[in-house]
C-alpha cells in the first residue's frame, strides 16, 4: 500500500518508516523544508515538503495514497514562535482530515497519547484528546493509538536520565518519585501501527499502549542506572520547587522538563497494556532488556 506519513524525521517516526519499508510498503512523508536531510537514508521514500499546520501546503499531496499515518506532535509549546499543542495536535489533525477527505483517502491513523481526555490537567492532553475526537466524528476508517511515554534508540526520556547519571552525581527527582508509568518499546508501538493498516477489525478502535511493566519512576531510574552500572542517586525536590522552577525556566529549550511534564509525570501513566498487544498479536519488550540493547553500545 502507499502510506502518507507525517512526523517520519521524529523517534517514533524514523521506527515506523523503517517497519513500513520493511513490510513492502511505499511511503510519502511530508517533511518541513530543512528536515529532509533527517529521513535522507531512505532512499525509497517519496518525500514531498509541507507542514500539517499549513493546510495549503497540504493539496494535492496527499493524492494516490491508501492510508494517513499522522504522527505529528510536540511536548514543549513555543507560544512566541507560534508553536502550540491547539495549532500542532489539534488543527494540524483538522487540516490533515480535512485532506484526506478532500483527497479519497479513507484510512487514517493517529497518534494520540496516554491520559488523552477532555477534562485533562494539561493542555496537551486535552489538544490530543480534541484531536482524537476529530478524528472520531471525521467519517474515516480511523484507528487510534494512545502509548504511555516510548523507549528506544534515540529517545528523549532514558537518554536524558542515562546522560544525566554518566555525567552528574544526582539525578533529579519530582516528588517522591512513586508516581507509576508503563514505559513501552518504540518497536512495539511500530508494529501496532503497522499491523493496524490493513486490519479491518482495527477501524474504530482507540488503543491504549503500555509496556509489559507498571514502574514507579524511582525504579525506572534504578534500572537505568544498572544498565549502566552507575549508581543511581536520586535528589528528590519538592514539586513546588520544580513548579517554581519551570515557571521560571521553562520556555528555555535547554530546560529538562516543562511545567506540563511535571503535571503528567505526577499523576502518572499506566494503563491495561493487553488489549493492544493481544489484537496485534505483539510480543511486548521488557523495560530493562529493551534499553540494554542501546544504552550499552
Ligand atoms: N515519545 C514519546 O514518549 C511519546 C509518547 C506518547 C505519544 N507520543 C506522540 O508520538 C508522536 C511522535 O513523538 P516523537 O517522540 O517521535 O516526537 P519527535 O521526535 O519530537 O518528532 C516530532 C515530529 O513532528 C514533526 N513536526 C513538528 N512540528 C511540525 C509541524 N509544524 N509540521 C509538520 N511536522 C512537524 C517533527 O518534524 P521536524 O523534524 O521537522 O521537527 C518530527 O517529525 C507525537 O505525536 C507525540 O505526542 C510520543
Redesign the pocket.
Known amino acids: 500500500m502507499k502510506i502518507f506519513l ?8 524514523k521506527q515506523i518508516l523503517q517497519d513500513l519499508i520493511g513490510d513492502k510498503h511505499q511511503v510519502r512523508c511530508i ?2 523544508k530543512g ?1 529532509e536531510q ?1 529521513i535522507a537514508n531512505y532512499k525509497e521514500v517519496d518525500v514531498v515538503h509541507g ?3 499549513d493546510a495549503g501546503s497540504l493539496e494535492g499531496k496527499l493524492a494516490g495514497c491508501d492510508a494517513v499515518i499522522n ?5 514543549r509549546e513555543f507560544p512566541f514562535k507560534g508553536i502550540t499543542f491547539e495549532k ?1 495536535h489539534y488543527e ?1 489533525t483538522a487540516n490533515l482530515v480535512i485532506a484526506a477527505r478532500a483527497q479519497g483517502i479513507r484510512r487514517f491513523i493517529q ?1 494520540s ?1 496516554l491520559g488523552a481526555r477532555p477534562n485533562g490537567k494539561t493542555r496537551y492532553q486535552q489538544t490530543k484528546f480534541r484531536a482524537e475526537d476529530y478524528v472520531r466524528n471525521s467519517g474515516l476508517d480511523y484507528t487510534i493509538f494512545r ?1 504511555s ?2 523507549f528506544g534508540q534515540g ?3 532514558v537518554n536524558l536520565f542515562a546522560s544525566m547519571l554518566k555525567t552528574q552525581q544526582f539525578v533529579p527527582v519530582v516528588g517522591n518519585g512513586r508516581y507509576q508509568m508503563q514505559p513501552v518499546a518504540v518497536e512495539n508501538v511500530s508494529m501496532g501501527f503497522v499491523k493496524s493498516i490493513e486490519q479491518k477489525d482495527a477501524i474504530g478502535r482507540t488503543f491504549d499502549v503500555g509496556g509489559p511493566e507498571k514502574l514507579e519512576f524511582n525504579r525506572i531510574i534504578d534500572i537505568i542506572g544498572d544498565v549502566l552500572c552507575v549508581p543511581p542517586h536520586k535528589l528528590h525536590i519538592p514539586a513546588f520547587m520544580m513548579n517554581l522552577a519551570a515557571e521560571m525556566l521553562d520556555w528555555l529549550p535547554a530546560f529538562p522538563i516543562t511545567k506540563e511534564q511535571i503535571i503528567m509525570l505526577r499523576e502518572g501513566n499506566t494503563c491495561d497494556e493487553k488489549p493492544f498487544f493481544a489484537h496485534f498479536d505483539i510480543k511486548p519488550i521488557c523495560f530493562k532488556l529493551g534499553i540494554t540493547r542501546y544504552l550499552t553500545v
Open positions: 507525517t512526523g517520519s524525521t521524529g523517534f517514533v517516526g517533511v518541513r528536515s533527517k507542514d500539517i499546520t504522527l505529528v506532535g510536540i511536548i500542532l494540524g497518534m497519547a502509548p511515554i516510548i529517545d528523549k526520556f
